[in-house]
């Protein structure tokens, strides 16, 4: 079984940066799916970005298109966002997910992953 565990969140300013990273242990992942959700502070979990295995397609939200880059190094098993001009919005809990299929698209729907993360807050003042 698989375990991911995330790091990286804190505590910023609005207009900072910070590097998110998701450690796999366990179970190889580097042939599939993995993404970035948040769940902001009362609403539901969603998508912020995903990645196919070897890197070949990348999916964004809208929201973050323009300021977040997800990236994943295989050799190492990790998984990393880096977010850039942080805004209040952005302010939520992080989850890491990988999910069991080797494909070329990436799922927005939390349902359609297989094995998340604990989270880690990042919270953005204004």
């Known amino acids: 079984q698989v375990q991911l565990v995330e790091s990286g969140g804190g505590l910023v300013q609005a207009g900072d940066s910070l590097r998110l990273s998701c450690a796999a242990s366990g179970r190889a992942v580097s042939i599939y799916t993995m993404a970035w959700f948040r769940q902001p502070p009362g609403k539901e979990r969603e998508f912020v970005a995903g990645i196919t295995w070897s890197a070949g397609r990348t999916n964004y939200a809208d929201a973050v298109r323009a300021r977040f880059t997800i990236s994943r190094d295989d050799t190492k098993s990790m998984m990393y966002l880096q977010m850039n001009s942080l805004t209040p919005e952005d302010t939520a809990v992080y989850y890491c997910?990988?999910?069991?299929?080797?494909?070329?698209?990436?799922?927005?729907?939390?349902?359609?992953?297989?094995?998340w993360g604990q989270g880690t807050q990042v919270t953005v003042s204004a």
């Open positions: 997910t990988v999910r069991w299929k080797r494909e070329v698209t990436v799922p927005i729907h939390p349902n359609e992953y297989d094995v």
